[in-house]
């Protein structure tokens, strides 16, 4: 079941970079294997977050301060683009990032984060960028807001944004519902859809 | 009341709807169900937890290709490898799924096995926890990634629920250049229209130059739709789909496969269908396609030179392209032609099909390896390689230097240990040359399998139209 969204102000760190992939919110080693949700925060943007070495990167915003304590991320085109993995959303989560503004996202990753909790707000690139810019000017002492039920993003500055989402898509945020539940409740319809399905297209169904 | 005609999305999309959920969104009923050993046994052991049964275990089939090694006998595989492996076999076997374990005829990376065992068919909606589903497309099939809770979702329900995305219709005029393959027509579309072009659409492939590819061409250019953005990238299935299908494992039979075919010949879009976005490629134009950056969209025909950020205008664009010269140790402005490579990848889910193999085989004949370079081929099933063994592809490539490998993922993900060292340059036939995909700080040039051979042997990038017999 998914953790509930409503409202949030909190710190938020600019990622600019456009096309910030999967594989670089985590890599394919760090999320191998069916005990890694725990684990992975720390694994988080790890090509960028850390030197071949293993030290922090100082250059990478969110090993400064106060970017460390984000909760909100600004991201730049596409994030989240690539691979399907559920991982890199569970390795932003367990970092504490419960909100992503950005101008667009990889799909399969735009539907993962409200799976999760984790809601991913789309707003108009030119709004993207002043939000960046105020949060840089501020250097990062600004808060944002991010409020689901108004369907608004407050600048630090106090400028609003209402952003639009999909109305099934917020009602699952706002009450963490469980999808599997819900669908599970329709099962005379799944099961009914199957039978008549039977007919019309025989080879879809083998024997069960 | 829309008058338009309908797409071959619509077409397929509405014969799975169960109900509506709200305006845009819908139930849709999910025929095949792939699983792999990332991460197939994970939902079925989060269901278990639940005590939710498997809703249709018959819909869903399962393969190990992500995490066990391409070595001969699979030596090498990392532990993690083998637990994942040793949960996927209790994990079905207890729900009573059908498993198409090592070394038998089935088994191989999830989406060459599909097409080549007859599940994936025309029509069909079918998912797999892994982005690159939309390779089925190449069949007319609706086939799209999805995360691991829709994976658990899918389980429990065989169904999933979908925003009903916006249509592109992508239309490839003309014939095939000498040397220029499915991969660069694809590559080359990324190139014109970026790596988030996609995004929130189903793209249909159209035009000549698809009517006259061979399926297997057709799924590689529909694996590639998710690198342009698009979750689902498919193909009106037509004469050429049904002799592909007919007579393979799963595919319907006798009767059955007559009113299967009837069915299946009605999946077009009508004439007068209308699309959200047209984009026309003029396939006299491409010439063989590579990579220098770190996003599928940084390509370039091999004849290009590297971009010079001091080029353009735009501060982000200049910003990124910065950033992928740096990570990729490329000089602005140069020849990519000529760059020294350590790698070379044959294989994934892209292009590593009988035919891709038999492209490549054609080039290696009679020639050597650079040395210096490993070059590795990895075929895309156990039926794959038992073919190109018949046909003595394997000799050809071991003669001419190359590694011939176990089928599996391997290097195009790295997810069983098989990098490419940090800082050494690959050329490889796969999907992604983003930052670390081959392993922490290698470097990856996407290119068709001709390509990568003539890099094998130039010990450089080199365009293979120099090469091709």
Redesign the interface.
Known sequence: MAQAFTKLTAIAAPI????V?T??II???RM???SVRGHLGKWAFG?LRYL?DGSDNPEFILNREPYRAAEILVT???FG???????A?WSLQEMGIRAIIGS?????FF??CF??GILPVVLDKAVIDSLASEIEASQGAGRLSVDLVEQTVTSPSGTRHVFEI???RRAGLLEGLD??SL??R??Q??RA??AS?RD????????? | MDTHGRTLLAKIWD?HV??A??D??D?L?V?RHLLHD?GG??GL?DLKS?N?PV?????TFATPDH?ISTASARAGTIK??W??LA?LRTETSASGIRLFDLDQPGQGIVHVIGPELGLS?P??LIVC???HTCTHGGLGALAF??????L??VL????I?Q?RPKTMRVTFDGKLPFGVTAKDLILALIGHVG??GG??YAVEYAGSAIRDMPIEGRLTICNLS?EL???MGLIAPDQTTFDYIRGRP???QGE??E??VA?WRTLRSDSDAMFDREVTIDVATIIPQITWG??P?HVLGVDGRIPDPADIADP??R??IE?ALDYMGLKPGAPIAGTKVDWVFIGSCTNSRLSDLRAAAEVARGRKVAPGVRAWVVPGSETVKRDAVAEGLDKIFTEAGFEWREPGCSMC???N?ETVP?GQRSVSTSN?N????QG??ARTHLASPAMAVAAAISGAIADVRTMER
């Open positions: 600019m970079r456009t096309n992939d594989d670089v890599s394919i080693n191998i294997g069916n090509s071949p730049g085109p596409n683009c690539g691979s399907s993995r559920e991982a959303v667009g996202f990889g799909d399969i539907a993962n799976q999760n999909d109305p099934r999808e599997i669908t599970l329709r099962d319809e799944i859809f199957q399905d019309a297209r025989p080879w879809i169904h083998f024997a069960g | 014969q169960i109900a959920v709200s845009d969104t139930l009923h025929d990332l046994s994970r052991i639940r939710i809703h249709n275990p018959e819909l995490a993690t490898g637990e994942l949960a068919l029509g069909c926890g892994d982005s990634g999805i995360g691991s809770s829709e658990t979702h429990a329900t065989q169904t629920i925003r790596a988030a995004t929130g998710v953005g698009a979750k799963y595919a319907p059955m496969w009113r299967a069915a770190t996003s969209e982000a664009r910003g990124a950033i993900l790295a997810a240990g940090p992604r983003f930052i670390g995909r922490p700080r």
